[in-house]
Structure formats: structure tokens, C-alpha cells
């Protein structure tokens, strides 16, 4: 199981944009699927985006198509998050995780390693 710690989070104003970042600890970052999480105030936790181990595929959810990025550096076990053009609608904790599920779009219970989160804001 990997340990992952996101940063980047913040306050910004719509069309804004902000990259999160999610480090990962241990030696096989490249066999997971990595993903991106958001839970909103009252809501369920609900997904972003999602990258396959060589980052040669990528998933979104119709939400966030075309204005986030997923990408992944497996140098630096790391995942990122690019998020232009943001919406007050945006405003949630950003959760990344990991899925060693890789020959499909993993379901949220097979994600079993998970970060603390990072709070993003997107004022009006």
C-alpha cells in the first residue's frame, strides 16, 4: 500500500487555476492506478480524474472534461492535478489515491490507499 500526501490546495477565484500535487511513498508508484477525489460540503465524495501506471490513459469526469488535467512523473512518484477555468461549483476537498486495479477504471472501493486531502476553495 502507498502513503500519499496532497498540497496545492487553496482559495482562488472563478477562471482561476491551481495544480495539486500528490507525493507518493514506495518503490512501485508506476504499478498503480492513480486518482483524484473531491467531497464537497454535505456531499458524497465523487470522482475527478484517474491516470493509468504509464500515464498513457487517462479518464475524467464529464464535470471536469476539458478544463482539469491528470498526469503523472513516476521519477518523482508523484501525480498532479491541473485545474483551469474553476468554479465556485469546484469548492471541495481534494482526495488523491491509489488502485493496484490496473486493467480497468478502478470502482471507488478499489482505491486502498488514500491521502488526507487538500481543501480548495473557488470564490464568486
Known amino acids: 500500500q502507498v502513503q500519499l500526501v496532497e498540497s496545492g490546495g487553496g482559495l482562488v477565484q472563478a477562471g482561476g487555476s491551481l495544480r495539486l500535487s500528490c507525493a507518493a511513498s514506495g518503490r512501485t508508484f508506476s504499478g498503480y492506478v492513480m486518482g483524484w477525489f473531491r467531497q464537497a460540503p454535505g456531499k458524497e465524495r465523487e470522482f475527478v480524474a484517474a491516470?493509468?501506471?504509464?500515464?498513457?490513459?487517462?479518464y475524467y469526469a464529464d464535470s471536469v472534461k476539458g478544463r482539469f488535467t491528470i498526469s503523472r512523473d513516476n521519477a518523482k512518484n508523484t501525480v498532479y492535478l491541473q485545474m483551469n477555468s474553476l468554479k465556485p461549483e469546484d469548492t471541495a476537498v481534494y482526495y488523491c489515491?491509489?488502485?493496484?486495479?490496473?486493467?480497468?477504471?478502478?470502482?471507488?472501493?478499489?482505491?486502498?490507499?488514500w491521502g488526507q486531502g487538500t481543501q480548495v476553495t473557488v470564490s464568486s
Open positions: 489515491a491509489a488502485s493496484p486495479i490496473t486493467w480497468r477504471l478502478p470502482a471507488y472501493n478499489e482505491y486502498d490507499g
Open positions: 491516470i493509468t501506471g504509464s500515464g498513457g490513459r487517462t
